[in-house]
């Protein structure tokens, strides 16, 4: 997965995590969009570590709409590589810190 630091507006504290914090983190509707990119693609992006992957066909990749739609300009992907699902992106972290039941923090998680 990659999101853009520009998405994330606010650090996760030590302590319980609300939904108020994960909302107050990923204040945006952002819905998440599944990529099939080759690794010559991935690097076109400038993703970091791309170089270090094994090479294979295709990769997946889960970004935000807001990324895909930057992504989509420099690099036009043919429909069949593309998936935009209706997940919320900051629902799904919610679903995640609910279904792990803890997580610790050690002083504050800054992105």
């Known amino acids: 997965g990659y999101h ?3 998405g994330i507006r606010s650090p ?3 302590g319980i995590i609300l939904k108020r ?3 107050n983190m990923l204040p945006f509707d952002n819905h998440i969009v599944i990529l099939s990119l080759s690794r010559e693609e991935l690097s076109k ?3 970091p570590n791309v170089a270090s992957l094994p090479p294979k066909s295709l990769y997946t990749l889960a970004t935000n709409n807001y990324l895909f739609e930057k992504y989509s ?3 036009p992907l043919p429909p069949e ?3 935009h699902t209706t997940w919320n992106l900051r629902d799904k ?3 995640y810190v609910q279904s792990i039941g803890k997580m610790e923090i050690q002083g504050v998680l800054k992105f």
Do not use: M
């Open 73 to 75: 300009r420099q690099l």
């Open 93 to 95: 972290v919610i679903e």
């Open 21 to 23: 914090d994960i909302w």
């Open 12 to 14: 996760l504290r030590q």
């Open 4 to 6: 853009n630091l520009g």
């Open 81 to 83: 590589r593309v998936h």
């Open 45 to 47: 992006l400038e993703l």
